[in-house]
């Protein structure tokens, strides 16, 4: 996401590293410039007018920090200007009501039914009780899909053949008060704003039942249009905030830099891939700082305590520390570093990794073709040897070979690697247990363990 307005904006930025100081001159030439990334990433003109003007009169001003170079003075200022473009603070979902209700909005194929189902894992690991309400009487297969999701999410949906959008969800309440669901996610048809029929159902559901959330769930690979669609809804239903589909599809991002401030609402909810586990709270500083390539070592530290089972964790650790770490632990770990999404995704979240959109790409797809051979190879032996890999000889080798339809050479390679990370895994623990509160001691085992990985190599 943004990867063309980020790759744009640290260029920009690098080029004002030589200069002694933010003079007029320079500041014209890096505004022409950001300005330009800007309209290229499909952001309002509005919105591009604003956030230049900003930045301009906090470069010039009093604001100005003396001793700070160039380069640093207009990260800071573009940083903050982003955020403030974001919507300054995160904002979380409101849970008032009694069962809570959260009325998902949106044109047909925005993804409100994808999002709604996501938002029910969401709110589910959050320890809430979700249930999904098929609203959608009108496009064909609309109920059929959201049961399916319902089933795959393992959260209940409520639906009935009745056309009487009202009724349904008057009976969903009833039915979610006897059952102990405390929030119902009503999910929607689709409808252009200016159809004013449709529009009038979503304004005597709002009048009728007052849903503590109105949430407008907009594709962000619509580009300009997403303002319009943002503005008309907000002024005739006062929606409460955003959901932006496909954000992880956007390298450009201007639906995401327009629609909060046209709109003066907040994005509180991201979509970032087709994994139903894949929506997340929007936090507009850690965008800002992705967007400048300072990556988002919160969200990745907050991903990976998602993903990681702490039980399986302790485990895999003892294996470790006795050398016991087989290659059917190795595919677990590898699953679950799926689970964290993309090796390109990973990449955007490291602070100071400074690669290229090319770059980064290249090197997901280079990861993810590796991490599929070597699934295939491991799949491609017994259960034991799984298991066991020192019983690995040639002529199993060159069965597997055989099996899996990867060359011999790069079989051995792999091995040979796979036997010298669980070595250096057992050195690492070693040192753990060796330590103690010693720090002397601490010197001497870093010092020896260094040395042993020098073999290694």
Known sequence: MFDSLSDKLQDIIAKTAG?????????????????????EADVNLRVVKAFISNIKDKAEGENVLQGVNPSQQLVKIVHDELIELLGKEVSPLNFSGSPNLIMMLGLQGSGKTTSSAKLGIKLKKEGRNPLLVACDVYRPAAITQLKALGEQTGIE??????????????NAIKYSKEKGFNTLILDTAGRLQIDTDMMAELLL????????????VIDSMTGQEAVNVAENFDAQLNITGLVLTKLDGDSRGGAALS?????????KLTGTGEKLNALEDFYPERMATRILGMGDIVSLVERAQEV???KTAKEMEKKMA????????????????????????????????????DDRQMLSHEGEKQFKRIEVFIQSMTPQER????????SRK?????GSGIPLHDINLFINQFEQMRKMMKGFSDVKKSIGGNPAKAKLTAHQMMKNMRRFR
């Open 205 to 216: 559901i709002d009048r009728i039942f007052h849903p503590a959330e109105k949430l407008l």
């Open 308 to 310: 990681f089972d702490e």
């Open 322 to 357: 006795k050398a016991e770490f087989s290659f059917n632990d190795f595919l677990k770990m590898q699953s679950q570093m799926k689970m964290f999404g993309s090796i390109d995704q990973l990449l955007g979240m490291i602070p100071g990794l400074k690669i290229s959109k």
């Open 157 to 170: 949906v409520y639906s009935e053949d009745s056309k009487d959008v009202q009724s349904i969800i008057q």
């Open 259 to 267: 629609v909060v401030y046209c709109t003066n609402k907040p994005v």
């Open 398 to 402: 060159k069965r597997i070979a055989a």
């Open 19 to 39: 200069q002694k100081e933010l003079t007029q001159d320079n500041m014209q030439e890096a505004l022409r410039e950001i300005r330009r990334a800007l309209l």
């Open 387 to 394: 298991e066991h890999p020192e019983l690995m000889n040639s």
